[in-house]
């Protein structure tokens, strides 16, 4: 397995290193940070085969299909227990008649 190593990619350095098991994990995984931006990711877990080209390829994948997503306008949700403003809200079910008896 590769140890921690650090490479550029158009403008940005990439910083990759493997951690171990901890807390519920039970499998050691590829954290990796990125030159101007405060988070860090851990996108697929390490393996014993572990190159630094396929780690590198596997890395500015993830990290330019993440870029891609953001960049991407919000998509509307709906929110089911949401109602607008203007809408009122629904009127309150009839209590269900009592059945009528039937006759012999």
Sequence with gaps: MVDGFEFEDNGRTFACSVEGPRGA?????WWFSVSNDACRYAPFPASAGDTQDAVRSRVVAFYDDL?????????PRHHWARRSKDTPPAAPAAPAAPAAPTQP
């Design 67 to 75: 870029l891609a997503r953001r960049a991407m306008p919000a998509q």
């Design 25 to 29: 994990r039970r499998e050691a995984w």
